[in-house]
């Protein structure tokens, strides 16, 4: 098949990833293309992939920052434009179908009004404008909607959207592999922003008593400053932002990884990827975390930072063989394209025995500008 990826544009798909949803899209690139796909991957300037279309300049982080931006005309206007030339070139590029990660609601609306095959992987709980345009389209054949685990389908169906099917995130179990090799510490991985809970995790490591290794991009720079930084000693050390290749061995040579968040995390990818290590994980039972790691790890309530101390003490009984098992054989890369792919040939199936037909879109750029609006 010919697939059209598209990205979340607020960062660009490269090492070191901002996040899960980077780290994510460039594994079902690679994925896809070694199961026998031709990709073409849109995504942010500054990206990095075999067959890039870039569709901005620059990540809008950059140049319109979230946390400044939100909600603003500025930003609704450039994730407008840089979309606009994604809708374009796939009008252009006879894709068999389109796998969009985007979190702009309106390439769903587009898709579907096109009558082109697309699936949707919703990375986020069903919040506002997102949640609402998948219920706008979710009965029609050639619109599929994907969540990474039962937890988050759950969330959906409560939005009325039942459909929406199931496609855990993968993990590159050949890049994340145990060593024989062991460290005195646990470690700790992700944005810093204050729910994903890392100041309870490092308050959690003081009083039980075990070094901690803190990896990863400082998105909160006053957060960092206030809650984490003032607590960096006796062990607890930051890391700074690292490599997939150079993160992988740190982890596995690890205890255990403290995965903290305090919201409903969609998936885990973190846990994953510890586990496919062969190491523990020991966090907050908050969202799908649970569903990823099984008897894998301990799980205490979410904030709980007494009783995850005393989780921390538990990590070596654990048995790290168990935990790689399950990675290889629930979360692998190869278990997530057998799912894109189902899902890939229902929307096909679909568009092809509604007779849907496509659109033309070598008429003008007004046009496109109607449709989306």
Not at 101 to 130: K, R
């Amino acid at each position: 098949m010919k697939i059209a990826v598209l990205a979340h544009i607020r960062h660009a798909i490269a090492q070191p990833f901002s996040g899960g949803m980077e780290s994510h899209c460039d594994m079902l690139c690679r994925a896809l293309r070694a199961a026998g796909h031709e990709v073409v991957l849109f995504a942010a300037g500054g990206s990095q992939d075999a067959a890039l279309v870039p569709i901005c300049d620059a990540p809008y982080e950059r140049v319109l920052p979230w946390h400044v931006y939100r909600g603003s005309s500025e930003l609704s206007a450039y994730q407008r434009t840089a979309f606009e030339k994604v809708m374009l070139t796939i009008a252009a590029g006879d894709f068999d179908v389109v796998h969009n990660n985007s979190l702009y609601p309106s390439i769903i609306d587009w898709m579907a009004e096109a009558g082109v095959p697309c699936v949707t992987s919703q990375h986020v709980p069903p919040f506002g404008a997102m949640s609402d345009a998948v219920l706008r389209n979710i009965s029609l054949p050639h619109a599929g909607f994907t969540v990474t685990s039962h937890n988050q389908r759950e969330l959906w169906a409560e939005r009325g959207c039942a459909q929406v099917g199931v496609v855990p995130n993968g993990v590159d179990t050949q890049l994340w592999s145990p060593t024989p090799d062991r460290g005195d510490y646990f470690t700790w991985t992700g944005r810093i922003v204050p729910n994903k809970g890392l100041a309870e995790a490092v308050r959690a490591a003081r009083i039980a008593g075990v070094k901690l290794r803190i990896y990863g991009p400082i998105e909160d720079a006053a957060y960092f400053a206030t809650s984490v930084e003032p607590l960096l000693s006796n062990g607890i050390e930051f890391h700074g932002h690292r490599s997939i290749e150079g993160l992988a061995g740190e982890v596995a040579r690890a205890k255990g990884a403290l995965v903290t968040p305090l919201w409903d995390e969609p998936f885990g990818l973190v846990a994953a990827e510890a586990l496919s290590c062969g190491t523990p994980v020991v966090g907050f039972d908050r969202g799908a975390l649970r569903e990823v790691v099984g008897d894998c790890g301990v799980l205490v309530e979410g904030g709980d930072i007494a009783a995850l101390a005393r989780a921390i003490a538990q990590a070596d009984v654990i048995d790290r063989a168990a935990c790689r098992e399950r990675a290889v054989t629930s979360l692998s890369v190869d278990a997530m394209i057998a799912g894109y792919e189902e899902a890939y040939a229902a929307v096909i199936a679909g568009a092809r025995l509604a007779a849907l037909p496509r659109l033309s879109w070598s008429s003008s750029f007004s046009s496109t500008q109607a449709l989306l609006a």
